[in-house]
């Protein structure tokens, strides 16, 4: 949850937050798009003994990559005016528009793990002040908008969990390409894994497909070598590890035979190839394997 204060000229008793668990998305094919819950911590302004009530008029905002600053989208949800007289607790919706285009640029940023925005408020308020009016034999107290103001906030380092965006927010954008499969990086061989996984979810978002295959073929080369130091060549490295590994070394071996199998009559030149799906298949299958060879290493003790 990431909290910043809504500064109302030297006043700094407001403050609005953003949870990053309570992001959502929806509209999904016609009009995808994040819903981000605001919620203000509102009160008047000055002490007790003379509050200034004020109205929230309007909130602009716009949504950014934290780590490149890239400006994503901007907010089209309309926001109704929120008049402060009293202290209390509201939440407004925030809605960000995504096009295909602009969710593969955060899913690229992304690179499969969680994903960091930063979201840019401007605030325009309407500033109240009092009149005292004889009215026969009474008197009244009018309030009329006397001022307005503008104020900016940013509420940084609003860090989605990769398994709450692919759960819960990517399915209702329209993008079914993702399956989340959680992978430990506890153990020292499977922490040095992890990078060669990442490089390959790099790639992955590059389209190159190539890259993909190569990078998932030396995270198994290291697990393969952390398995049999722990094993030997015992039943569970020669059978349990080893008929898990063929298969995956079949796979991700398909991108070194490509030239010969052109060659062969069997096949004909235009089919013989290797698309994102074979590299979605194959990344899937790594971060599979990464699991299977932690548990076994705990099973070694």
């Given at each position: 949850m ?6 109302i000229r ?20 016609t ?6 819950p605001?919620?203000?911590k ?8 003379q509050?200034k009530e ?9 949504l950014f990559i ?19 007289s009293n ?9 960000f528009?995504?096009?295909?285009d ?13 994903l960091?925005l930063?979201?840019?408020l401007w605030?325009?308020?309407?500033l109240?002040?009092?009149?005292q ?6 008197q009244?107290?009018?309030k009329?908008?006397?001022?307005i103001?503008?104020s900016a ?24 390409q993702?399956f ?6 506890g ?11 990442e ?10 497909t190539k890259?993909v ?10 697990l ?5 130091g722990?094993?030997?060549e015992?039943?569970?490295y020669?059978?349990?590890w ?12 398909l991108?070194?035979?490509?030239e010969d ?5 069997a ?5 013989v190839?290797?698309?994102?799906a ?24």
């Open positions: 990431v909290e910043a204060t809504l500064q030297q006043y700094s008793n407001n403050k609005v937050t953003i949870d990053a668990t309570e992001i959502t998305g929806e509209g999904a094919p009009f995808p798009r994040i819903i981000v605001l919620k203000m509102l009160s008047p302004l000055g002490d007790e003994n509050k004020f109205v929230i008029l309007g909130i602009a905002s716009a934290q780590d490149t600053q890239q400006k994503i989208t901007v907010s089209s949800s309309p926001t109704y005016p929120y008049r402060v202290n209390y607790e509201i939440t407004s919706r925030l809605e528009g995504l096009s295909p602009r969710l593969q640029i955060v899913e690229a940023q992304r690179g499969g793990g969680d960091n930063r979201f840019d605030f325009t308020l309407g109240f002040d009092s009149v009016v004889n009215d026969g034999a009474n009244r107290t009018l009329f908008l006397s001022d103001e503008y906030v940013q509420l940084s380092n609003v860090k989605i969990p990769q398994s709450h965006w692919v759960k819960n927010i990517l399915p209702h954008l329209g993008s079914t993702y989340l499969v959680e992978v430990p990086k153990d020292k061989a499977i922490a040095k894994s992890w990078q060669y996984v490089r390959a979810e790099e790639a992955f978002g590059r389209w190159d890259g295959l190569s990078n998932c073929r030396e995270v198994g080369k290291v393969d070598t952390t398995v049999k722990q094993y030997g015992g039943f569970t020669k059978e349990r080893g008929r898990a590994f063929k298969v995956f070394t079949h796979l991700c071996s991108g070194l035979h490509l199998k052109s060659q062969e009559e096949f004909s030149g235009q089919e190839k290797i698309t994102r074979d590299a979605e298949l194959v990344l899937v299958l790594t971060k599979a394997l990464m699991k299977f060879a932690e548990e076994l290493m705990k099973e070694r003790g």
